[in-house]
């Protein structure tokens, strides 16, 4: 199994980055996805989730309204749309997949499977 994370980079407060995921070695379809991300000093934090199949979506207060986290189920790849960024935004961000059938709550301990993480630096 393999995921990987690319798209970050630096942007201005206000701007946009779009998160890619690619996932090798499984078919997306059978997995929950989930973005998280840590900032220097920071604990690992969830970021935004999608339940199998893409139906559902969720997200930490912090991002709602902001983040959008979609999926391309042919491409099995999942992305994380970030607008109207803000300084404190700046992390590496990882995305991750569990087997967990359903559930709206995902935390860093629960995942099965991990990417590298790609580094987001919004200044201000």
């Known amino acids: 199994v393999q995921l990987q994370a690319s798209g970050g980079g630096l942007v201005q407060a206000g701007g946009s980055l779009r998160l890619s995921c690619a996932l090798s070695?499984?078919?997306?379809?059978?997995?929950?996805m989930g973005w998280f991300r840590q900032a220097p000093g920071k604990e690992r934090e969830f970021v935004a989730g999608?339940?199998?199949?893409?139906?559902?979506?969720f997200y930490a207060d912090a991002v709602k309204g902001r983040f959008t986290i979609s999926r391309d189920m042919a491409k099995n790849t999942v992305y994380l749309q970030m607008n109207n960024l803000k300084p404190e935004d700046t992390a590496m961000y990882y995305c991750?997949?569990?087997?967990?059938?359903?559930?709206?709550?995902?935390?860093?301990?629960?995942?099965?499977?991990w990417g590298d993480g790609t580094l987001v630096t919004v200044s201000s």
């Open positions: 999608a339940v199998r199949g893409g139906g559902r979506t």
């Open positions: 070695g499984r078919t997306l379809r059978d997995y929950r």
């Open positions: 991750a997949i569990d087997r967990l059938i359903s559930g709206a709550t995902m935390t860093a301990e629960g995942m099965n499977f």
